[in-house]
Every structure is written in structure tokens, then in C-alpha cells.
């Protein structure tokens, strides 16, 4: 599912995540070949992706339980 990103933050080892407007933080690393997102490692181009979509994985699982979100 859909959700805005609302703010950044690292967990504990310093890996970025987005928190989103769900509520669920998503993980956001950059990590070539597999995962290149190079936005992430600025503070300027992380403010770029305020507002922007990114899809909830834990949303998803919920729905797929049959549960509702929010």
C-alpha cells in the first residue's frame, strides 16, 4: 500500500528509514547493487523525498490478513 513519507529516521545500527503517515517506518538503505538509493545519504536530497510515496510493507501484510488498516 501507498503510503506518504513523512520524516526520516536511523535505527539502531544507522540505517536509514522513512517514517510514514501510517504510522510504519519503512527501511530505506542504500545499498548497491541490490538497492541503489544514493538519495538517502544526504540530509538535503532525503527533504526531497518528503511527501513522496513509498509502499508499506507492514500495511500490506495487514491487508493481506484480512485486517484492516487505519
Known amino acids: 500500500m501507498q503510503r506518504t513519507i513523512q520524516d526520516f529516521q536511523q535505527d539502531e545500527h544507522g540505517d536509514w528509514t522513512a517514517v510514514l503517515d501510517c504510522g510504519h517506518t519503512q527501511h ?8 541503489v538509493r544514493a538519495w538517502v545519504t544526504t540530509a538535503e536530497t532525503r527533504q526531497a523525498f518528503l511527501g513522496r510515496p513509498l509502499d508499506c510493507k507492514k500495511c500490506d501484510e495487514i491487508l493481506d490478513d484480512g485486517r484492516l488498516t487505519e
Not at 530505506?28 to 538497492?35: A, D, G, L, M, S
Open 28 to 35: 530505506v538503505r542504500h545499498n548497491p547493487p541490490w538497492t
